[in-house]
């Protein structure tokens, strides 16, 4: 498996601080291989411990490698074959052997969840379509996840069941990992390799928002007028809630926290816990594109600050000081900069898509 440094986002030399103070043209997917996004990114080297593996079939493997390889979070991946009637197998016997085209993908779970990967995964797919995937055909072209984590099957099956309720019945197989045997060296970061290869996956949505959605917009007028002057203080002109005055300290019924000003999901209940430092504290945010990071070196100190996506609204900062069981990061938000939404309210509220996130 090849190894890599890794961790696409935070914390580079940081000084611990306690408070918070589906078909696609070869073009697109050449523009796309490789390249980052403009924002800055924050590099540390991510605990070993951080790291999962899942490995996805979803027909022909450049392309899924591809895509995944843009995913921020995503460590590591290899192509190979999974699941077949033999341990061993090669690209010439697959349609003997049976094995299915995957991809074995190893992920950083502080930076992303397996839901958000599994919700990649529905995307870039026809989870209604046997053997088949694109204009490639063949049992080893089906689609399937494979787990070797007994814990992983209660995610997956979750996320099964929410995309049947877009889907219908669906053809995706769900098995524990037999065999994942690697794929010949020119399999391997093809697309890289090749950038104007074949590709049956537009690897461009890898850099899209997983939901579609509209964000609330405001002038700074009616901001002043509609925010409390905390509120504004604290989005607007990066100021800093006194610690232990958020009422949000002591929230933790299920659902999420949204920007006080876009509405933009940004944390999961679930992923709160009590840090002690005084202001609310996540794990990591509910999607990792929510989140942009900036350097701040403000009041003699480094630390990175956080700020909503849609919004560019300050929020807090993210420290490496966090429970090592979810990953080892602190995100200490501001509650001023939050509204939380009950999980019974989210459906109404327009954030149904956020319901499989949350549980």
């Known amino acids: 498996m090849k190894k890599l440094l890794y961790g696409m986002i935070l914390v580079f030399s940081i000084i611990l601080i306690s408070s918070c103070s589906r078909e696609a043209d070869n073009t697109e997917n050449s523009n796309v291989i490789n390249e980052k996004t403009e924002q800055k990114e924050l590099i540390m080297t991510s605990n070993n411990d951080n790291v999962r593996t899942i490995y996805l079939a979803g027909g022909c493997f450049w392309g899924v490698e591809g895509y995944f390889t843009q995913v921020r979070g995503v460590v590591d991946t290899d192509t190979g074959y999974a699941n077949g009637k033999t341990a061993e197998t090669n690209y010439h016997e697959l349609k003997q052997t049976e094995h299915a085209e995957a991809v074995r993908i190893d992920y950083d779970m502080s930076i992303i969840s397996l839901e958000e990967i599994l919700l990649h995964y529905f995307r870039i797919i026809d989870p209604m379509t046997l053997n088949q995937q694109g204009n490639d055909r063949g049992v080893q072209y089906r689609t399937g996840v494979y787990y070797t984590d007994d814990k992983d099957l209660e995610i997956i099956e979750k996320v099964f069941e929410y995309e049947r309720t877009i889907h219908g019945d669906i053809v995706v197989e769900i098995e524990q990992l037999q065999h994942f045997v690697l794929a010949e060296n020119y399999h391997q970061d093809y697309l890289a390799k090749n950038p104007n290869g074949y590709c049956h996956i537009n690897i461009n949505y890898a850099n899209a928002p997983l939901f579609d959605e509209e964000f609330k917009k405001f002038t700074e007028e009616e901001l002043k007028e ?131 996130l949350c549980e």
């Open 226 to 356: 509609n925010l409390d002057e905390l509120s504004y203080a604290v989005l607007r002109e990066n100021a800093t809630e006194k610690p232990g005055t958020s009422e949000l300290n002591d929230e933790y019924r299920k659902g999420i926290y949204v920007d006080k000003i876009t509405g933009e999901a940004l944390f999961a209940s679930k992923d709160k816990f009590e840090s002690g430092c005084g202001w609310p504290s996540f794990s990591k945010p509910i999607l990792n594109d929510k989140i942009d990071y900036v350097e701040d070196d403000s009041l003699g100190m480094q630390r990175i600050e956080v700020r909503s996506n849609a919004g560019n609204n300050h929020l807090g900062h993210v420290f490496n000081d966090g429970p090592a069981d979810k990953g080892g990061l602190r995100y200490c938000i501001n509650g001023a900069s939050l509204e939380f939404i009950p999980y019974e309210e989210m459906e109404k509220k327009g954030y149904k898509d956020y319901m499989i």
